[in-house]
């Protein structure tokens, strides 16, 4: 089975160390697992991590969601870049 996670980041706080251990336990099972996330880099990404962004795009998503009040809508490139992923990869979940 092949499992595609999407989150905020791939590493830090509640949601991060969810995603980590769904991650190890269905790499354990035999499960083939792939991890995207918004892409900061003051952390290092493993071979199974893909960040959609890095983090001067995050600074310009944030940015831009204050001036114009869209939370949401300013990572065009980002979103792209997903469905390419998701396309390419055709996971049998995507787990959000």
């Known amino acids: 089975m092949k499992v595609i996670q999407i989150n905020g980041n791939a590493y830090r706080g509640s949601t991060g160390k969810i995603v980590r251990q769904l991650h190890d336990m ?53 979103t792209q870049r997903l469905i390419k992923i998701l396309e390419t990869e055709k996971p049998d979940i995507v787990h959000l």
């Open 26 to 78: 269905l790499k354990a099972n035999g499960d083939e697992c792939i991890v995207v996330c918004s892409g900061n880099k003051e952390i290092s990404l493993d071979d199974d991590t893909v960040a959609l962004s890095n983090r001067i795009g995050v600074k310009v998503h944030q940015v831009l969601s204050v001036l114009s009040g869209q939370a949401g809508f300013n990572s065009k490139k980002a």
